[in-house]
């Protein structure tokens, strides 16, 4: 019978597993790693650690080119922008050198000229929208700047364009400015 009465295994000195060996080459625990070893390790983290210094300085001159490339961009579309308004600039300038013209061929000549400013606007993406008149208020399309009682128009409805819109949808640059009928 075993000593611990039972008859079903060691007894109360259980054994303990041999100690687990290194693997070839490996050091066993608590001894110093092979001198080799340690060099072949201190050489590769520092080959790793100029890789990450290198992956850093590459992420860091593509974010500085990135930038230059922006900024040059933006730079020309202004340009481009100015470019297309140095006509209107130029006539009205001459509009101003005739001030002391008849009124009606100024007032002709403004005309012109407000027309050739829309017109830069419609080649820049923006083309004038003329709301009419009696239309339902769309607050994606329209800001209310007042309301106005109005017995003849339906609660809701433009009744006056203070300022027209210009562009469309998401490309809107500005809604038209409105006056809304209420009811009284």
């Given amino acids: 019978m075993s000593e ?6 060691p007894g109360p000195q259980a054994r303990s ?8 080459g490996e050091p066993a625990a608590g001894e110093p790693a092979a001198p080799e070893a340690l060099a072949a390790a201190e050489a590769r983290i520092a080959e790793l650690e100029d890789l990450r210094l290198r992956a850093l300085a590459d992420l860091d001159n593509t974010r500085k080119k990135s930038a230059s490339m922006v900024s040059r961009a933006e730079a020309e579309t202004r340009a481009r922008v100015a470019l297309q308004w140095l006509p209107v600039v130029d006539n009205l300038e001459r509009a101003l050198a005739h001030a002391d013209a008849d009124p ?5 000549g403004i005309n012109a000229i407000r027309n050739q400013a829309v017109g830069v606007l419609a080649q820049l993406g923006y083309p004038r929208r003329d709301d009419d008149l009696g239309a339902e208020f769309d607050p994606a399309r329209h800001e209310a700047i007042a309301s106005r009682e109005d017995p003849s128009a339906p609660e ?4 006056e364009v203070v300022a027209p819109a210009y562009g469309e949808g998401d490309r809107q ?5 409105v006056v809304v009928a209420r009811s009284g």
């Avoid at 597993?17 to 070839?24: D, F, V, Y």
């Avoid at 640059?173 to 400015?177: G, K, S």
Wanted: hydrophobic fraction near 30%; charge should be negative.
């Fill in 17 to 24: 597993s041999p100690p687990e060996q290194p693997a070839a």
């Fill in 156 to 159: 809701g409805s433009i009744i």
């Fill in 104 to 108: 009606g061929s100024i007032v002709d």
């Fill in 173 to 177: 640059l500005r809604p038209a400015q």
């Fill in 4 to 9: 611990s009465g039972n008859g079903s295994g």
